[in-house]
Nanobody
Framework: VQLVESGGGLVQAGGSLRLSCSAS????????MGWFRQVPGKEREFVAA????????YYADSVKGRFTISRDNAKTTAYLQMNSLKPEDTAVYYC???????????????????WGKGTLVTVSS
């Protein structure tokens, strides 16, 4: 299985971007999906997660109310809608998947079954 992120780019503060994470090789209907981000010199941090059913979501406090995670009905793509972007949101954003777990269990990097290679988001002030 490969996870491929897309949708990153350069945006001004206050703007919006929508990231996508597409899975190839199999459907991910039984996998929780999550987004993490990392800046150079810092650890990869949790951003948002969604349960396998899409019924439950979980967010880092730093993005709550600004970011929305979702997934499509075929369970092959996850999205991260990012609004009211701030310069401190600048990072490489990674998609991850973990089998048979809930959204709230996706907050740590350990235990993920799949990772994407990341997409760069740059927010200018």
């Amino acid at each position: 299985v490969q996870l491929v992120e897309s949708g990153g780019g350069l945006v001004q503060a206050g703007g919006s971007l929508r990231l996508s994470c597409s899975a190839s090789g199999r459907t991910l209907g039984s996998y929780a999906m999550g987004w993490f981000r990392q800046v150079p010199g810092k650890e990869r941090e949790f951003v948002a997660a969604i349960s396998w059913s899409g019924a439950n979501t979980y967010y880092a406090d730093s993005v709550k109310g600004r970011f929305t995670i979702s997934r499509d009905n075929a369970k092959t793509t996850a999205y991260l809608q990012m609004n009211s972007l701030k310069p401190e949101d600048t990072a490489v954003y990674y998609c991850a998947a973990r089998y048979g777990t809930g959204a709230s269990s996706m907050t740590t990097r350990a235990g993920m079954d799949y990772w994407g290679k990341g997409t760069l988001v740059t927010v200018s002030s």
